[in-house]
């Protein structure tokens, strides 16, 4: 079963509530997209743990129904700057 | 520990950089495991594969070891590095190439 872009925009929002997420449907077919997750709540985490916020936000359905996301994760500019 | 969660920890420190992956690296079944041996060919990286669909246990198993949802999987020297996300990204900054040659 496939997941609407606003589903899983709503899922990271959810549980990321200061998240700019901005999601892309790859092949046009509701299956394949790439997500950028912009969040204050990164500062100080390996990409890898980044990575995991997200996939936690999406409850376990990443790696089921949801079988393609690319993830782009990253700390906003000004946090970095301060 | 289950008997795929041992398995697993035995190819991670046997191989020095190992992928998990679907498929092979002649022929790999999901565009993300050949993304991920498409960056390790070009860092000229000796490495071992593992194809989770030979494997229902470690296909399973593999998910939850690292605490991460998806296949391709690589570690190395016995530390998970990340998906293809990841490898791509530390591919393009250097950090991949730097971290294959620690290896």
Not at chain 1, 40 to 46: E, N, Q, T, Y
Not at chain 2, 22 to 30: D, I, M, V
Not at chain 2, 68 to 72: A, E, F, L, S
């Given at each position: 079963m496939p997941m609407a872009a606003s589903e899983i925009e709503r899922m990271i929002k959810d549980a990321i509530p200061d998240a700019d997420v901005i999601i892309r449907?790859?092949?046009?077919?509701?299956?394949h997209y790439a997500a950028r997750v912009v969040s204050?709540?990164?500062?100080?985490?390996?990409r890898i743990k980044q990575h995991q916020a997200v996939y936690a936000a999406l409850k376990g359905r990443m790696g089921e129904e949801l079988h393609a996301l690319q993830l782009e994760t990253a700390v906003p500019q000004e946090t970095i700057s301060e | 520990m289950s008997d795929a969660q041992a398995r697993i920890a035995d190819l991670v420190k046997a191989n020095d950089i190992v992928l998990f992956m679907?498929?092979?690296?002649?022929?790999?079944?999901?565009g993300f495991s050949s993304r991920a041996i498409a960056i390790l060919d070009r860092l000229g990286a000796t490495y071992e594969t593992v194809d989770v669909l030979q494997d229902p246990g470690i296909r399973q198993g593999i998910k939850a070891f690292s605490d991460?949802?998806?296949?391709?999987q690589l570690y190395v020297k016995g530390e998970f590095v990340g998906g293809s996300d990841i490898m791509m990204e530390m591919f393009e900054s250097g950090e991949l190439k730097e971290l294959l040659e620690t290896a």
């Open positions: 449907d790859l092949a046009g077919d509701g299956d204050g709540s990164f500062a100080g985490m390996s | 679907k498929g092979t690296a002649l022929f790999p079944q999901c991460w949802p998806t296949i391709p």
